[in-house]
């Protein structure tokens, strides 16, 4: 069982940034794929990116490629997703999600309660 609880959303003018973090609970973090998924208001969950268990594989929606960068710290139970040249359509909550698989699709099987990031033009 994993638990997870997203921090750092908040408002932001456009071109600005943010840090979100996922603090998990559990001593199997360092086993799982992380990913970042983000779900605007009359929109479906749409996949940000993910982290492979030991950071040495990061995938990126095309959206934020370039932008965005997911990190992990697997001593401190934590992921993060940096995000820079921030823009109102990035307005959403952003939710994190652990899992053994890798992929692109919500199907994660733990997820955290989102936070919510909003970007003013």
């Known amino acids: 069982q994993v638990q997870l609880v997203e921090s750092g959303g908040g408002l932001v003018q456009a071109g600005g940034s943010l840090r979100l973090s996922c603090a998990a609970s559990g001593r199997t973090f360092s086993t799982y794929t992380m990913a970042w998924f983000r779900q605007a208001p009359g929109k479906e969950r749409e996949f940000v990116g993910w982290?492979?268990?030991?950071?040495?594989?990061?995938d990126y929606a095309d959206s934020v490629k370039g932008r965005f960068t997911i990190s992990r710290d697997n001593a401190k139970n934590t992921v993060y997703l940096q995000m820079n040249s921030l823009k109102p359509e990035d307005t959403a909550v952003y939710y994190c999600a652990a899992d053994t698989i890798m992929t692109r699709v919500p199907k994660y099987n733990y997820w955290g309660q989102g936070t919510q990031v909003t970007v003013s033009s």
């Open positions: 982290i492979s268990w030991n950071g040495g594989i990061v």
